[in-house]
């Protein structure tokens, strides 16, 4: 019997942590990300796995990862986590063109992809705290989709306090009341009259203030807690298995829209466990510090610029670290040399890179705003399939590597509902796909938040006045 699979810093100076301590601490102490010890084999169990439910399939893959969390509950969790889901099937795959395939991730509570991993680490938390007598404070930045699926994931709960930032003014006014509409007394927006930078670099200075960061049990939410990444894999083998069913080809690729990197790196790892995918194709907008990369092994940091898919406008996407670790053998000194090279000079060159040939798994495309457009009308018109301004960047990208031969797999990340003016502007009018009784319920919801200036001392006070 080998012991159970810890977490590892990829920065190498914090003790080896269980999945249940992992899950609270979300980012390692010193600045890395927890990664597994050891990456679990799928391969033994890929017939097994075949012909699962998506709640089961999503059973046996945590599972892997997550041996000192009691079995029984985590299989209720999930079922649980998944009936909040529209439909019979969580994850509807379906024939877009060619050998290209959707999958429909945007069927959860918030309808985008985040729900999968927001549903489940919510769960997670009230199950742990409530094992321990313990209480969480958790404090997210967002630029959108990220604060609405963290929200819905807690909302409610008693051992669990959420104070989500974003800058005011500046996100759509669909996404503001998807937030703002949430009532629950532990469920507090902060309007910050600042930038979304402004909101993050106050996330980073309560969570570097350590003192505060320990009284109050600060956690995180976004993709650099690990749960996050393992709720993702899940659905490139649920998808994978229905594509090859339908086909008969033995691999398949995806395609898939990134911003933090956090999805792909779930593909990346589903990969890595066994999965048969061919290759993973990487699709950026203007902001494309991560197609640069994979075209040049030079990550260089840009200005982030606002486009028609704004959850993937980052420039510095933290879950690459993981993904870097991983190509540099799992060095952490090399890790952390890279990570402090880039953000003293916003460079940092892969050793040995040649152009045009970085990686054998994953390739890039970006796509700008007159090919999102494009993507989305030539889509509605040809196949009456409305794509979201995120997934048409996947769709464009997949066609740059469509091979002829190999099924991809686009995932479709978001409803085209939660992005009306994208789509007015590409089709030159309004269309029954681009509504979701959803969102039009919430056109007279009343709202809360609070608006407050870009001050750390008044965030500070704010959160300690109402934490749990
Ligand atoms: C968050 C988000 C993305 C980007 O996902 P990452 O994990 O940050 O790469 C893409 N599309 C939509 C709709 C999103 O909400």
């Known amino acids: 019997m080998t012991s159970p699979l810890r977490y590892l810093s990829t920065r190498g100076a914090q003790a080896p942590l269980p999945f249940q301590d992992a899950v609270l601490c979300g980012l390692a102490d010193d600045g890395g990300l927890l990664v597994p010890e050891t990456l679990p084999d799928a391969r033994p169990y890929l017939d097994d796995w075949k012909g699962l439910s998506y709640a089961d399939l999503a059973f046996a893959v945590m599972r892997l990862f997550a041996p000192d969390f009691p079995a029984h509950r985590l299989r209720a969790l999930l079922s649980d986590a998944y009936a909040s889901f529209e439909g019979d099937d969580p994850a509807p795959v379906r024939p877009l063109e060619g050998d290209l395939w959707l999958l429909e991730l945007f069927h959860g509570p918030t309808l985008a992809f985040k729900d999968f991993a927001l549903q489940v680490l919510g769960r997670l938390f009230a199950e742990i705290l409530s094992a321990r007598g313990e209480k969480l404070n958790i404090v997210a930045a967002t630029s959108g989709d990220t604060g609405s699926a963290a929200i819905c994931g807690v909302r409610g709960q008693e051992r669990v306090g959420i104070f989500v930032m974003h800058p005011h003014g500046r996100v759509s006014p669909l996404q503001e009341r998807q937030m703002t509409s949430v009532l629950d007394g532990n469920v507090f927006n902060i309007a910050l009259e600042g930038s979304f930078d402004d909101c993050q670099n106050l996330m980073k200075k309560l969570f570097g203030d350590l003192p505060f960061k320990r009284e109050y049990r600060l956690g995180a939410v976004n993709s650099v807690n690990w749960a996050r990444i393992a709720s993702q894999i899940v659905y490139y083998f649920y998808a994978a298995f229905r594509v090859m069913e339908e086909t008969g080809k033995d691999e398949v690729q995806f395609a898939v829209p990134t911003g ?94 040649v152009k045009g040939a970085i990686d054998r798994e994953i390739v890039a495309a970006a796509c700008d705003r007159q090919r999102t457009l494009a993507t989305i009308a030539k889509h509605y018109r040809a196949q009456g399939i409305l794509l979201d301004p995120h997934t048409a960047a996947g769709v464009f990208a997949a066609k740059q590597y469509d091979t002829g031969s190999t099924p991809t797999i686009c995932l479709a990340t ?9 789509i007015r502007e590409a089709l030159g009018e309004d269309v029954p796909e681009a509504h979701h009784p959803v969102l039009d319920a ?13 001050d750390c001392e008044t965030v500070r006070a704010f959160v300690a006045e109402h934490a749990k």
Do not use: C
């Not at 959850?311 to 952490?332: C, H, K, T, Y």
């Not at 003293?344 to 050793?351: F, I, M, S």
């Not at 978001?414 to 003016?421: G, L, N, R, V, W």
């Open 260 to 353: 933090n990197f956090g999805d792909i790196l779930a593909g990346w790892y589903a990969k890595r466990m066994g999965l048969p995918v061919r290759r993973l194709v990487l699709a950026t907008n203007e902001n494309d510090i991560l197609a640069r990369f994979f075209h040049t092994g030079r990550y260089v940091k840009g200005e982030v610029v606002r486009s028609l898919s704004p959850s993937m406008d980052i420039q510095v996407a933290s879950n690459f670290e993981r993904w870097l670790f991983e190509r540099l053998g799992r060095d952490p000194l090399a890790t952390a040399a890279a990570f402090e090279t880039f953000a003293a000079t916003g460079e940092y060159v892969l050793p040995g890179a």
């Open 414 to 422: 978001a409803h085209p509902a939660k992005f009306p003016a994208a």
């Open 442 to 454: 919430l056109a007279d919801a009343p709202t809360r938040m609070a608006v407050l200036p870009n």
